[in-house]
C-alpha cells in the first residue's frame, strides 16, 4: 500500500504565492506519474500538472506561467510552487501517484487526502 500526504496549503493573497508538498511512502519500487488536481466547491476535480519519473511536466492552461511542479525521485517526493496566485486557484488541491509496488510487483494507483488553498484579500 502506497500512502501519499500533502503539506503546505494554507491562504494566501492575490498575487501570493504557496508550496505544496507530497510525500509518498511504503511499498514503492518506482513511481511513473505524479500528479497535482485540484477541486473547487461545485466543481469537477481537474488536473492542474503532472511530472514522468524523466522530468517532463504537463501543465493546465489556466496555471501555465504561474505553477511549477517539480520532483524529488530520492525522497519520492514532488512539489507545485504556486505564484501569482488568483482567487480563481482556491480549491482543495490533490496529489497523484501512479507506479509500481515493491511487495507486489503490481501497479499501484494512490491519492493523498487533499489539502486546501485558499485565496483570498
Known amino acids: 500500500q502506497v500512502q501519499l500526504v500533502e503539506s503546505g496549503g494554507g491562504l494566501a493573497q492575490p498575487g501570493g504565492s504557496l508550496r505544496l508538498s507530497c510525500a509518498a511512502s511504503?511499498?514503492?519500487?518506482?513511481?511513473?506519474?505524479m500528479r497535482w488536481f485540484r477541486q473547487a466547491p461545485g466543481k469537477q476535480r481537474e488536473l492542474v500538472a503532472s511530472i514522468t519519473s524523466g522530468g517532463s511536466t504537463n501543465y493546465a492552461d489556466s496555471v501555465k506561467g504561474r505553477f511549477t511542479i517539480s520532483r524529488d525521485n530520492g525522497k519520492n517526493t514532488v512539489y507545485l510552487q504556486m505564484n501569482s496566485l488568483k482567487p480563481e486557484d482556491t480549491a482543495v488541491y490533490y496529489c497523484?501517484?501512479?507506479?509500481?509496488?515493491?511487495?507486489?510487483?503490481?501497479?499501484?494507483?494512490?491519492w493523498g487526502q487533499g489539502t486546501q488553498v485558499t485565496v483570498s484579500s
Open positions: 511504503g511499498s514503492i519500487r518506482l513511481i511513473y506519474a
Open positions: 497523484h501517484a501512479d507506479g509500481m509496488s515493491d511487495r507486489t510487483l503490481k501497479s499501484f494507483n494512490s
